[in-house]
């Protein structure tokens, strides 16, 4: 097993509902997850963890998802992996393209859970 | 004719005879004719009325023409008037000369002709009455100017506010279906990503114990109930839009309904304490489903708006003979001083920035149902921190005798 398979998949949203049903799928392949409910935490998180993934909800409490692209983004350059972020929102059209600019992948909630995995499948590889 | 058509004639000559047969000769013309005979009187008369012509003898005692042509030159109102000279002495150009510098318009050689005469004030008077005439029209003209001017101005204010109007509503309905698109969408990702999950593992034989799946279902279940009190909510506010809430009101008792909610809170927030303080044995005519959703609302701001948890005060009591309180009282987040006039308008959120959920109908909705009891809703923010809603509603109410316990 390589360095990145050990490295974590970061789910950032503030449902729990979603929240804690993407954590136990993607355990369930076998995935190392960690999770937080806001941007703010999860910048933290991902300077200690240094998530291979991100699986971003757009729109939180304390810190959102556009927020917390930015300052993930602005964190890399001064150095460090980056890891790409896929946005996962709830959004229509105009604030759906806003997300995309953001990051580097999109799925629309409500999603498919096998839709999900392959995505993440395809951005945490190689 | 009327006084405004009147054309008048001012004559002045110290000699009544003369008068006279001026009067004579401009007998059949269709003007007003004034005697005047010297210059004073004919000043007096010039201000007592409006004169179109002023027919003047150059030679007379006291104020010659000349001098009285001056004088009624310096006055404004006179400067357009018809001054013409009659003029008994040598017929100089110097004389000529004299009488056109103060702005006379004509000059009358004695003996007078009396065609010539009638001709020049005849001509005169009807430029005055052309004049006159001209003067009327600009002023209607100007009038009507003002007025549709007016009227544009009017329209084009309405127009613009209607315009702004639409914009603004546009702009809400926008708004809210970008919110109304988030609020269902969440509970549907994660009932269908629970959903998901569950069958996941059934087809893969995880089904090892029942722990984790009865856990997954009560997820759905909460979901379930979520999305269920939203679409409850969208439904509630189509019917208000369509006019009042319907009620239909039933003897209540306020402490088992509080009870019934505060239960069902407990259940659902777990970092919470509540604490309620409901008199018992209270029963109120009033709509017993509207009441609940009111109480419902506001128990899930409090829960809502202070994440960090905390005490919710809950309180449901007979307030003097036919009056009743429901307040409730957290300890969380509070609404910022800028945004407290709004909160009650349909859709506003005044936490929207924060991307805390909610489509902005709760307190819209709570104020409708308690209107309709022809109570009053109002909010209140303790020194110490939070946010306490009280509703107050004149409805019949009594205290039933406790059941003696055997």
Same mark, same amino acid.
């Given at each position: 097993m390589n360095a990145t398979a050990l490295r974590p998949i970061l789910i950032v949203d503030d449902d729990e509902a979603i929240l804690s049903s993407m954590e136990l799928a993607l355990s369930d392949e076998g995935y190392p997850v960690v999770v937080a409910r806001n941007g703010r935490d999860a910048l933290e998180l991902a300077r200690s963890a240094s998530p291979r993934l991100i699986l971003l909800d757009m729109k939180m409490p304390v810190m959102d998802g556009w927020a917390f692209a930015e300052a993930y983004r602005s964190q890399e350059s001064q150095g460090g992996a980056r890891a790409p972020i896929i946005a996962m929102t709830a959004a229509h059209d105009s604030e759906r393209q806003a997300a995309e600019v953001a990051v580097d992948g999109y799925i629309a909630k409500p999603f498919d859970l096998n839709e999900l995995l392959d995505l993440i499948l395809r951005y945490s590889g190689n | 004719m009327s006084a405004s058509d009147q054309v008048n004639i001012l004559m002045v000559d110290d000699q009544p005879a003369k008068l006279l047969i001026y009067e004579t000769i401009l007998a059949d013309l269709d003007v007003n004719l004034i005697k005047a005979t010297s210059a004073r009187q004919a000043l007096r008369r010039l201000l007592q009325d409006e004169i179109a012509i002023v027919l003047v003898d150059? #030679?007379?005692?006291?104020?010659d023409g000349f001098e009285l042509a001056a004088m009624i030159r310096q006055h404004p109102r006179f400067q357009k008037t018809a001054i013409i000279f009659v003029s008994a002495v040598h017929l100089t150009d110097l004389d000529r000369l004299k009488g056109y510098e103060v702005g006379a318009v004509d000059y009358l050689p004695v003996p007078v002709i009396p065609e010539i005469l009638r001709a020049k004030v005849s001509a005169f008077a009807d430029l005055f009455r052309k004049t006159r005439q001209l003067e009327a029209l600009n002023r209607e003209l100007e009038r009507r100017v003002e007025e549709r001017t007016a009227a544009l101005e009017v329209s084009m204010r309405r127009e613009r506010d209607a315009r702004l109007a639409a914009e603004a509503a546009a702009r809400a309905r926008d708004e809210f279906l970008s919110v109304a698109a988030h609020e269902l969408k969440t509970p549907v990702t994660g009932l269908r990503a629970t959903a998901q999950l569950i069958i996941r593992r059934l087809r893969k034989g995880?089904?090892?114990?029942s722990a984790w799946l009865s856990e997954r279902l009560s997820v759905i279940d909460q979901q379930s109930e979520r999305l269920a009190r939203l679409v409850e909510q969208l439904l509630d506010v189509s019917r208000l839009d369509r006019g009042a809430p319907r009620t239909e009101r039933a003897a209540t008792d306020l402490a088992t309904l509080a009870e019934k909610l505060v239960a069902a809170s407990r259940a659902r927030a777990t970092q919470h304490t509540f604490v309620l303080a409901a008199a018992p044995g209270v029963v109120a005519d009033v709509d017993p489903i509207g009441i609940e959703q009111v109480m419902s609302n506001l128990l899930d701001n409090a829960i809502k708006y202070s994440p960090q948890g905390g005490q919710i005060d809950i309180e449901a009591r007979l307030d003097g003979a036919n009056r009743i309180r429901l307040a409730v009282r957290d300890r969380g987040i509070g609404i910022p001083k800028e945004k407290r006039a709004d909160i009650?308008?349909?859709?506003?959120?005044?936490h929207s920035e924060e991307h805390? #959920?909610? @489509?902005? @109908?709760g307190l819209y909705i709570s104020q409708q149902i308690v209107e309709s009891h022809s109570g009053k809703i109002a909010v209140e923010f303790p020194s110490d921190g939070g946010t306490r809603f009280i509703v107050d509603l004149p409805v019949k109410a009594s205290v039933l005798a406790p059941i003696p316990s055997v």
């Open positions: - | 150059v #030679s007379m005692p006291e104020m995880q089904a090892d114990g009650f308008e349909r859709f506003y959120r005044a805390r #959920s909610g @489509l902005g @109908l």
